[in-house]
């Protein structure tokens, strides 16, 4: 198929690039050059289409190798270079050659709309003496069809930009492609053949396939049709999968690809068929049958038994304690007869079963014995001998204790430090029994294990004894030890239990995160080292001197205390502060609802009205506003957020119900840096709404009438009068009259600018 196209001049060429049909990323040099050609080749010739008539022509009129005459009219010949290869680029650009160059304006639409690049050496590889606006659909796939690998992807990813790019304006004016597109390339395997999908009989049955045998499915089939198996339709009516017929299979994907896929397959196949139709598949064909036909084609041979082993014959009174120990214990035959085995040897090699060293001599004995057993049997022989002692009595007290114990706690912490606490009473002078361990025995104990930081795993130890006593009463019949931790740290002089748990209730009744919490109870600890005197912490949390310690501690130890003491200062307020009801209450709902520490303003709020005994209901806004009058500037922020904080409550549905708020808000409070001198009172709602949006001269004169007015006893805290009667006429005279807090002129000012604001809000008055 063949186009027409109108000639293109270099002054159209120019037009095109001003008018932005032809997109340059160097206009500004496209631009210039285009003006240095015109004015070295002539106007007559810029507007001749014949030079971008062909790329031909266009060498004719551009060499590549300018002469002496032409390089002095474009300057010199670098420039001269510079400027062919731009004009000949966007002549490429504009479609000035769709037929000669078509890849130069659609690999700058490809990157401009980030797609993969069209490969011009393969295009014109694959479609030798074809324009690519002739390259069809049918010579796309033939083409494609002896492609491999990255070949094949780099000719398809040209393709699918080709297509995208078909309906760009540029290229459509240029004409380099034509309207239909290539479309998706069919999908091949093992090179150039077409997928075999399953059908509709065997993909019905897919879903009842194991996961695995699901997705391998198709591929299995797949070789099974390759291999002249089956056809692309399934099996036929009546076929049966033979033995034969599935080591065929199993031999050529084996050889094809690898055992490991041969074996899969073939499993897959398998299953495939037979969920499909069971007759598809004879009974003798499993894919164990398949892979190893030795195991199946050879006949097995009978077990050889052992004809000379050695009867076992035990005393009397050992073979029904043996006996009993089987019917209580419900042991199998088997471990049974290890254990009469086992008795026998020792027997023989001369081992005294009651002595007290029987267990560890045995052990050692058959550790020796049957170094050729796996380890997993040395240790079934160690328990069923074990086992059998115990059910006897002839273990020892501590084996005993250790073999009750194994099945009464768990296994872990507590089952070593039980063998730690062992380990100290054996090898104490003279060895220590377990019911002789009580609490002087015990912190015996604790002190070695402190030497060898074995402390929590001593105490594990001695708290599982104390469970084994209530277990075993006959065996452990002394008192109970109990928790030593507290005598631990009143030894080391560390802090007492009591007082890190009183610790961690304030610290978590105020809000504390778990950093917190940890953070509080590490400066107490410290607190508590670095006083000489321990029994002051214990006394209860808040008797305890805590403002006299820490200025002791910070005095003495001013590095140590560096980081501990401003956690240890807010302790101090914190057990010291007065709660009255209403504020403990309204902390509790506060840490129930989860709000933040820092945004938490009972702190603040409570040590101003605690000085009133004001309960949070009882607060209004004149008292939060005088308060804030009376602070520094750097309070004044503290305070703001503190009410800001305080009224944020309202929102908090679980705290609003409960009636612990008062009924309007505190806040707002002045705004930082524009405070008003006669703002001693927060001026009445309806006031201070309808000055809204005022200046700072007007609302300075509104806070002077509410003070005159409030001095001279005709408001008072809590009013909330009409605007119009505020700012009436008599009202304005009488505080002219009689107020005192500044000169008469003054006084008129502020009158002067009320009334004026007055007569501005057309109906106030």
């Not at 040099?29 to 031909?56: K, N, Q, R, W, Y």
């Not at 069971?278 to 050879?298: F, G, I, L, N, Q």
């Not at 007290?397 to 768990?410: E, H, N, P």
């Amino acid at each position: 198929m063949t186009q027409s196209h109108p000639s293109l001049s270099l002054a159209d060429l120019r037009m095109r690039i001003e008018s932005g049909a032809v997109q340059s990323p160097g206009r500004t040099s496209i631009l210039a050059f285009l003006d240095l050609a015109c004015s070295a080749m002539g106007p007559e010739t810029f507007h001749d289409p014949g030079v971008l008539a062909s790329e031909a022509s266009f060498a004719a009129s551009f060499p590549r190798i300018p002469d002496d005459d032409l390089a002095t009219a474009y300057g010199d010949a670098a420039l001269y270079g510079r400027c062919r290869e731009s004009l000949l680029r966007h002549a490429r650009l504009a479609g000035a050659w769709p037929d000669e160059d078509p890849y130069t304006l659609l690999n700058q639409l490809a990157r401009e709309r980030r797609l993969p690049g069209v490969n011009r050496k393969l295009m014109e590889e694959m479609f030798p003496g074809t324009i690519l606006r002739d390259v069809t659909r049918e010579l796309a796939i033939a083409a494609d069809c002896d492609l491999r690998d990255r070949k094949r992807n780099a000719f398809r990813n040209s393709f699918s930009t080709i297509d995208k790019l078909r309906g760009d304006p540029r290229v459509v004016a240029a004409g380099i492609l034509c309207p239909e597109k290539i479309g998706c390339f069919p999908a091949y395997r093992d090179g150039d053949r077409h997928r075999i999908e399953l059908p509709a009989a065997l993909a019905a049955v897919r879903g009842r396939l194991p996961a695995g045998h699901a997705l391998h499915a198709r591929r299995a089939f797949e070789l099974a049709v390759d291999f002249g198996l089956l056809s692309e339709d399934g099996p036929k009516p009546g076929w049966s999968l033979s033995l034969e017929d599935a080591t065929r299979y199993h031999v050529a994907v084996r050889q094809q690809i690898s055992a490991n896929t041969a074996a899969l397959y073939l499993r897959t196949l398998l299953s495939l068929l037979r969920c499909t139709d069971p007759a598809a598949v004879s009974e003798d064909v499993t894919a164990d049958r398949v892979r190893r036909p030795e195991r199946h084609d050879k006949l097995a041979e009978p077990r050889k038994r052992k004809t000379n082993r050695k009867l076992v014959i035990l005393p009397t009174a050992m073979e029904a304690e043996v006996a009993a120990f089987a019917k209580h214990r419900s042991t199998s035959r088997r471990r049974v007869k290890d254990l009469r085995r086992l008795l026998r040897d020792l027997l023989d090699a001369g081992f005294d079963i009651d002595s007290p060293t029987f267990l560890q001599d045995a052990v050692a004995f058959f550790e020796t014995r049957v170094e050729e057993r796996a380890d997993l049997t040395r240790r079934d022989y160690r328990t069923a001998l074990r086992t059998f002692l115990a059910h006897t009595q002839r273990l020892s007290s501590w084996q005993g204790m250790i073999s009750r114990a194994k099945g009464t706690i768990a296994s872990g912490p507590d089952m070593q430090g039980l063998l730690l606490v062992r380990k100290y009473a054996v090898s104490s002078e003279p060895p220590i029994p377990p019911d002789k361990i009580d609490v002087e025995v015990a912190r015996g104990f604790l002190l070695k294990a402190q030497a060898f930081r074995d402390v929590a795993k001593c105490l594990a130890g001695l708290a599982a004894l104390d469970v084994l006593r209530t277990q075993y009463p006959e065996l452990l019949s002394g008192p109970a030890i109990g928790d030593q931790r507290d005598w631990l740290r009143h030894r080391r002089g560390e802090m007492h239990t009591a007082l890190e748990n009183s610790l961690r209730s304030i610290a978590e009744a105020a809000g504390y995160g778990a950093f917190g919490v940890k953070e509080l109870i590490t400066a107490a600890r410290r607190l508590v080292e670095l006083t000489s005197d321990k029994t002051v912490f214990e006394a209860q949390i808040d008797v305890i001197p805590w403002r006299n310690l820490i200025a002791a501690a910070a005095a003495s130890h001013p590095r140590e205390m560096l980081h501990y003491r401003a956690p240890l200062l807010r302790l101090a307020d914190r057990v010291s502060r007065v709660w009255t009801p209403g504020w403990q209450n309204l902390q509790a709902r506060l840490v129930e609802a989860g709000i933040p520490r820092a945004e938490n303003p009972v702190d603040t709020m409570m040590d101003v009205a605690g000085k009133s005994a004001l309960e949070p209901w009882q607060l209004d806004r004149e008292w939060a506003w005088v308060h804030e009058r009376s602070l520094r500037p750097d309070l004044r922020r503290k305070w703001v957020r503190a009410i800001d904080n305080f009224d944020a409550l309202q929102s908090v549905p679980e705290i609003a119900g409960d009636g612990l708020l008062p009924p309007e808000k505190l806040g707002p409070m002045p705004r930082t840096g524009a405070r008003l001198k006669n703002a001693h009172f927060p001026l009445p709602r309806r006031f201070d709404a309808a000055l809204e949006g005022e200046t700072k001269q007007v609302l300075e004169a509104a806070h002077f009438v509410w003070r005159c007015l409030r001095e001279f006893g005709d408001h008072a805290r809590g009013d909330d009068p009409s605007t119009g009667m505020l700012v009436s006429e008599e009202v304005l005279e009488r505080i002219i009259r009689e107020q005192s807090f500044m000169t008469p002129a003054s006084a008129q000012l502020h009158v002067a600018r009320i009334r004026d604001w007055r007569e501005s809000r057309f109906g106030l008055v």
